[in-house]
T-cell receptor, first 110, second 112 residues
Framework: GEDVEQSLFLSVREGDSSVINCTYT??????LYWYKQEPGAGLQLLTY?????DMKQDQRLTVLLNKKDKHLSLRIADTQTGDSAIYFC??????????FGQGTRLTINP | DAGVIQSPRHEVTEMGQEVTLRCKPI?????LFWYRQTMMRGLELLIY????????DSGMPEDRFSAKMPNASFSTLKIQPSEPRDSAVYFC??????????FGPGTRLLVL
C-alpha cells in the first residue's frame, strides 16, 4: 500500500530527547522528509535525508534511516517548549509524488 | 518575507455554493502546490504548478474542482458546486523545487 505510518501522539519532559518514528513503504524511495506544523500554521520543511545515508545531524535534530526495515526516525535533543508541534514524515515516491504520514503530535511537559 | 499567504483563513458555506480559495506564494518560488488535509485521508496533493503551468492535476477529486495560476504571485482553487464532503483544510505551498518547502496557514472550509 501507499501508507506512511506514524504514531499519533508523543509526550516528553522539557530537556529530554524526543524520538518520533515513521515507517514508509517503498524501499526504492530516494528522499525522506520531516515537516513541522506549529499550531495554527502550515507545514514547514524541517529536514530531509537521502536514501543512501544512514544518519543526518543538524544542530539538535538527528535523522536516522534504516532502509532494511523501512524505518525513519527524528530525534530532537534537549526538547524545548517551542518544539511543541505536529511532525510529519513524508516519502518521495517518484513522479513528484510525496506521501505524508498522519503526523505525530509532540507535547512537552514542564 | 511574509511567507505563503492564503485567504480566507476560514470559510463556511452552504452546499451548492461556489468557493474560491486564494494563495500568494513566496516570491521567487517556481513551484506552487495545493493540498487538502482531512482526518480520514491526511494530506493529499490536489495539483501543482511549475512556472504558472499546471503540471499534475491527477489529485483533483472531480470536475467540481479547478485551479488557476494567472501569474507568479497568485493562484486560486475553486470548488463549484461545493458539497459537505469537501469540508477540509486546504493548504497552498510553494518551493524552489519539486518538493513543497513552505506551506501557508491553510483555509479551513466547512460546507453545510
Amino acid at each position: 500500500g501507499e501508507d506512511v505510518e506514524q504514531s499519533l501522539f508523543l509526550s516528553v519532559r522539557e530537556g529530554d530527547s524526543s524520538v518520533i518514528n515513521c515507517t514508509y513503504t517503498d524501499s526504492s524511495s530516494t528522499y525522506l522528509y520531516w515537516y513541522k506544523q506549529e499550531p495554527g500554521a502550515g507545514l514547514q520543511l524541517l529536514t530531509y535525508i537521502f536514501s543512501n545515508m544512514d544518519m543526518k545531524q543538524d544542530q539538535r535534530l538527528t535523522v536516522l534511516l534504516n532502509k532494511k526495515d523501512k524505518h525513519l526516525s527524528l530525534r530532537i535533543a534537549d526538547t524545548q517548549t517551542g518544539d511543541s508541534a505536529i511532525y510529519f514524515c513524508a516519502e518521495y515516491q517518484g513522479a513528484q509524488k510525496l506521501v505524508f504520514g498522519q503526523g505525530t503530535r509532540l507535547t512537552i511537559n514542564p | 518575507d511574509a511567507g505563503v499567504i492564503q485567504s480566507p483563513r476560514h470559510e463556511v458555506t452552504e452546499m451548492g455554493q461556489e468557493v474560491t480559495l486564494r494563495c500568494k506564494p513566496i516570491s521567487g518560488h517556481d513551484y506552487l502546490f495545493w493540498y487538502r488535509q482531512t482526518m480520514m485521508r491526511g494530506l493529499e496533493l490536489l495539483i501543482y504548478f511549475n512556472n504558472n503551468v499546471p503540471i499534475d492535476d491527477s489529485g483533483m477529486p472531480e470536475d467540481r474542482f479547478s485551479a488557476k495560476m494567472p501569474n507568479a504571485s497568485f493562484s486560486t482553487l475553486k470548488i463549484q458546486p461545493s458539497e459537505p464532503r469537501d469540508s477540509a483544510v486546504y493548504f497552498c505551498a510553494s518551493s524552489r523545487d519539486t518538493v513543497p518547502q513552505y506551506f501557508g496557514p491553510g483555509t479551513r472550509l466547512l460546507v453545510l
